[in-house]
Every structure is written in structure tokens, then in C-alpha cells.
């Protein structure tokens, strides 16, 4: 890190973003700009006029959005940002190496900023990240605190009509609060003062590799917060320094539920969190359904509280928390009673969550599913096609396409009919359907009253275009 200019040197600097529209990469470039930085960028997406609502939003913002070709890189002096997953053959990659421009990549970027605010606040864990810094961000908003934000989800509590692509809230500089990503390794970049730890399962990363990236995390915190729910978690909490433990099943826990006081809707829910550092009694609402939610607000309490916010400001705050875009949003309900959501699930764990939140309440489910690469499929797949099996009924389907794919030379001799055949060998009811727009028609043909219909996947924009077609289509 030590390479790198210092952020009044940084902001002294223009930028271009390569890929402006990624999850990642958009909130960072909201940041920049609001900051005063000047901020341009391109994106394939945009070249091929996927989601053009969002690169409207950003040019009237003020960022110049050029043609991925590699016009936007005219000086020495730009900082071109990246994933570190561009490759050197893109445009703007060849044109600044011909230049000689400083290259970062998003998450180098992101940790100046992070650990040269006064207090960086960091989400991390396999499941659950952006929905609690969402959270942990409007508690702290509403506490007066004045957050910058980083989330690679739109957080529905700050979309306005000027930003209506709310994945950054642009604060002040003491208070900074950012998911972390353990999926490539740049969460070894973060010194935190808070660190949120919520789970550690399967994802992009083998469990060894992630037992000692999260427990450098911890080790690297102030002050950690811990879910003494996960197993997991809880193992890796002799990392850390100092500890606020939270859960929902652990009696232990410091920041908890009174048992017995938890009351679940198919919409929302209350419970009663017990803060055990006194004994006090908090009644919690939340606009949001599923045992998951209810964990992940006791997290973002337990962050707030090791950043000095008392339970029962956190608790008031949440009440009036509208969630994020794509996490088990619903797009609408047909006049004949199907029900459509929009759901970021991609991993076990996340589709598990959201699956079962739709179990506890009656009605058929019929579940689509876009893996984001065939790269995660093979990782996961085994794990994926158990976690459909284990939470959906015998009257339940599952549909999936085949994964996303924009290019490169990843293999892809392994797609989404292996999973199915899992599926499938363990009894359950699935389809493999190569094409989206046929999956659509199909479950649109099959869907009848008090059936609800989810859309999961992630690393694509246009599932939520696609999600309000079959609405359309439905009776």
C-alpha cells in the first residue's frame, strides 16, 4: 500500500473506472465524485446497453462514460481502477500501460480510503454482508453519525430522485462503513475499528483459506462483533482482541432475543433483543421476513454498539429500515395471487436462507436460478444442489439456465445440468433449461394461485429486468 499516493494526492488526480457499473466499482466511483474527484469510466455493459438506467444515473451525476475501446485513457495523470480480474488485453488496460498510468485495483482503492478514515467500520462473512451494512449504515445515519458508505447493494433508505442507484451514501470522514470481500482475498487490506463478523461457509474459497482470512480480519479489528450462532465464527473468536459477542440461539451472547418473543410474518417481524451487558429489553421491528434478517439486525446492533451507539438507538432505527434492492424483494403480486421475488442468492448458504424464509410459510415455490460463472458452480455446486434438495418440498421446482458468461476462456464443460441431475438422483423436482427468456415462459406457464415465484443470482443487473417479465406474464 505504501506504493500508492497518499488520498490528497489521490483526489489531486482524475479517475477511470473500467467496468464503472460493477457492484463494487459503482458505489467507489459515487464516493470519488461526491468527494469532489474527478471521476469517468466505460463499461461493456453499457456498450452493449444492458441497464442503461444506471449509466444515465452516473452521467448525471457528472461522470463522462466512455466506449470500452479505450478513448477514455488520454493522460499519464489518470488513475484507471480495475478488478483485479480485467485482463491486460482490455482496451484501457493496453492504453494506460502505453502511458504509463498508476493502476489500482477497486479494493486497493477502497482500503486508503477505509483506513484513513477516522473509524472504518467492516461487514465481513460469506452470507449476509450488504444486508448489514445496510442496516449497521441507517443506524448509524440515524444516529447522527454521518457515514460514508460503501455496499455493493442499493440501499432503499437512501435512493433519492438524484441517486436512485443508492449502493454509496457520501458522508463525512470519520465514520466509514464497508462490506469486506473474502472471494479475492482483499479483506487481508482492511484495518478496521469495528469488525462484523456473521458467518464462515463454502463459497468461492476453501474452508482453510477462509478460516485464516477471516481470523486475520478479526485479529486486525479494534473491536470485533461475532455471531455466536455460527459455529464457525465462533471458533475463530480467540482472534480477536476485544469482542461483542450477538445470536439469536446462544444464551451467551451479549447482544440476543429474549426467548419465546419472536413473532414472524410472511412480510416482517418483531422480536425482544436483550442487551446482557444490563439486562435491558428492546422491542425490535423489522420490515423484513426470514430467522436470517433477524440475525443479521442483531449484528448490525452489536456493530453500532462497539462504534458507541446504545441498543435501544439501533432498535429505533431499525424499525424504519426499507432493506436493500434484490434481497428478497418483492416485485409484485398478480391479480390471480402469484407472487414474484427478486433475491440476490448465489451460494448455499444465501439460497438456504432465502428458501426456507418462503417455506415457513404456505404456497408452492417455484425457484429459479442463474449461477453467476461456471467457475463458482464447480466449487459449489455439490453444496448448491443439497441446499435445494434439503430445503424445497416434493411439490416445489427449481429451474436453472446456464451460468453468465461475458467471455474469456474459462471452462465450461460443467453447467447447471449437473446440478439439476443432482437434484434430481436425490429426488427433488428440477429442470435445466439452457435459455433465460425460455425459463421465464416456462415458469409463467406453469404458476398458479398462492404460488411464489423467486428469482435468484448475482453479477447481473438484468435479473430484476427479468423478474418483473414473468410478473408481467402472469395472470
Known amino acids: 500500500m505504501s506504493d500508492f499516493p497518499t488520498p490528497d494526492d489521490l483526489f489531486a488526480r482524475p479517475f477511470f473506472f ?9 458505489p467507489l466511483a459515487q464516493i470519488l465524485q461526491g468527494r469532489g474527484a474527478t471521476v469517468e469510466g466505460s463499461d461493456r455493459s453499457r456498450d452493449q446497453g444492458r441497464t442503461p438506467a444506471k449509466f444515465a444515473a452516473l452521467e448525471s451525476q457528472g461522470m463522462a462514460l466512455y466506449p470500452q475501446d479505450g478513448s477514455g485513457i488520454v493522460s499519464s495523470d489518470q488513475i484507471l481502477v480495475a478488478s483485479a480480474a480485467v485482463e491486460d488485453t482490455v482496451p484501457e488496460m493496453v492504453r ?64 433519492s430522485e438524484e441517486r436512485p442507484f443508492a449502493s454509496a451514501l457520501v458522508g463525512g470522514q470519520s465514520i466509514f462503513v464497508s462490506e469486506v470481500d473474502e472471494s479475492d482475498g482483499s479483506i487481508a487490506l482492511y484495518r478496521s475499528a469495528v469488525g ?34 455460527d459455529a464457525e465464527a465462533l471458533q475463530l473468536l480467540p482472534r480477536a482482541n476485544e469482542v461483542i459477542t450477538f445470536g ?8 440476543g432475543i429474549v426467548p419465546g418473543s419472536i413473532a414472524e410474518g410472511p412480510t416482517k417481524q418483531a422480536a425482544l433483543v436483550i ?26 446492533i452489536a456493530g453500532a454498539a ?17 432493506g436493500l434492492a434484490r434481497r428478497f424483494d418483492i416485485v409484485g403480486t398478480s391479480e390471480s395471487g402469484i407472487t414474484v421475488i427478486d433475491d440476490f442468492g448465489h451460494n448455499p448458504e ?14 408452492r415455490v417455484i425457484a429459479f436460478f442463474q449461477p453467476h460463472g461456471y467457475g463458482p458452480l464447480r466449487q459449489m455446486g455439490h453444496e448448491l444442489a443439497e441446499t435445494f434438495v434439503r430445503e424445497l418440498g416434493p411439490e416445489d421446482i427449481s429451474i436453472f439456465c446456464d451460468p453468465v458468461y461475458y467471455g474469456g476462456t474459462v471452462d465450461r464443460s460443467q453447467g447447471s445440468e449437473r446440478i439439476v441431475q443432482m437434484i434430481e438422483e436425490a429426488g427433488g423436482l428440477a429442470d435445466h433449461v439452457p435459455s433465460r427468456e425460455d425459463c421465464g415462459k416456462l415458469i409463467a406457464s406453469i404458476a398458479k394461485p398462492g404460488d411464489r415465484i423467486v428469482v435468484m443470482g448475482a453479477r447481473d443487473d438484468t435479473l430484476t429486468k427479468f423478474a418483473k417479465s414473468i410478473l408481467d406474464r402472469l395472470p
Open 18 to 26: 473500467c467496468g464503472i457499473g460493477g457492484s463494487g466499482m459503482m
Open 248 to 255: 439469536i440461539e446462544q444464551e451467551k451472547a451479549q447482544i
Open 306 to 322: 462497539a462504534a458507541g451507539v446504545p441498543v435501544s438507538a439501533s432498535v429505533e432505527a431499525l424499525a424504519g429500515f426499507a
Open 350 to 363: 444465501k439460497c438456504a436462507a432465502t428458501l426456507r424464509t418462503l417455506k415457513a410459510h404456505p404456497g
Open 96 to 159: 494506460a500501460n502505453e502511458l504509463g498510468c498508476l493502476r489500482m485495483t477497486r479494493a486497493e482503492l477502497l482500503s486508503i480510503l477505509f483506513n484513513t478514515s477516522g473509524a472504518g467500520l467492516a461487514v465481513a462473512g460469506t452470507s449476509g454482508k450488504s444486508t448489514v451494512t445496510g442496516m449497521l449504515s441507517w443506524i448509524m445515519h440515524a444516529a447522527g453519525r454521518d457515514p460514508t458508505v460503501m455496499n455493493g447493494a442499493v440501499m432503499k433508505n437512501f435512493v
Open 196 to 229: 462484523v463478523l456473521l458467518n464462515v461457509s463454502l463459497d468461492h474459497k476453501s474452508m482453510d483459506e477462509l478460516r485464516q482470512l477471516f481470523g486475520d480480519f478479526l485479529s486486525r479489528s479494534r473491536i470485533a462483533a461475532i455471531n455466536a450462532d
Open 275 to 300: 442487551d446482557r451487558h444490563d439486562g435491558s429489553e428492546h422491542p425490535l421491528r423489522l420490515a423484513m421476513p426470514g430467522r436470517h434478517n433477524l440475525s443479521n439486525a442483531l449484528a448490525a
